[in-house]
């Protein structure tokens, strides 16, 4: 869609450089926003706390949230892509509660497996 944009959630925003970004061949940037959980207490604890118990569904709360965030803030988001292996199981979450499609490496492996 012209004008739209793209928001990728990923564990931490500042690992994800402009060098990853150009590797998957993405070049123009002025319409992609990231998103990262960084700021997000419960999804923190996975990496500083990865031995203790984790409370899923506050997890799935904050990352959803965070999606929404961004939609508010850039109404013109029209999809999202979940950039992190960690985040897929809350993709149908994300995309009941904004309504806008969400992409990530599971998307992409049953694209790929439906082509066979």
Known sequence: MPGGEVCVITAKKA???????AAAGI???????????????QWSRIFTN???DLD?????????E??????RRHPTIRAYVLE?????PFAAEIRARTGLPVFDFITLV???YSTI
């Not at 569904?57 to 904050?62: G, K, L, N, T």
């Open 15 to 21: 690992a994800l450089k402009a060098e990853h970004l």
């Open 27 to 41: 070049r123009r940037t002025d319409n992609l926003h990231i998103r990262g959980l960084e700021d997000r207490p």
């Open 50 to 52: 990865p031995d203790e």
């Open 56 to 64: 899923v569904e506050a997890v799935r709360e904050e990352v959803v």
């Open 66 to 71: 965070a999606a929404r965030d961004e939609l």
């Open 84 to 88: 992190c292996t960690d985040l897929p």
């Open 110 to 112: 049953n694209y790929i």
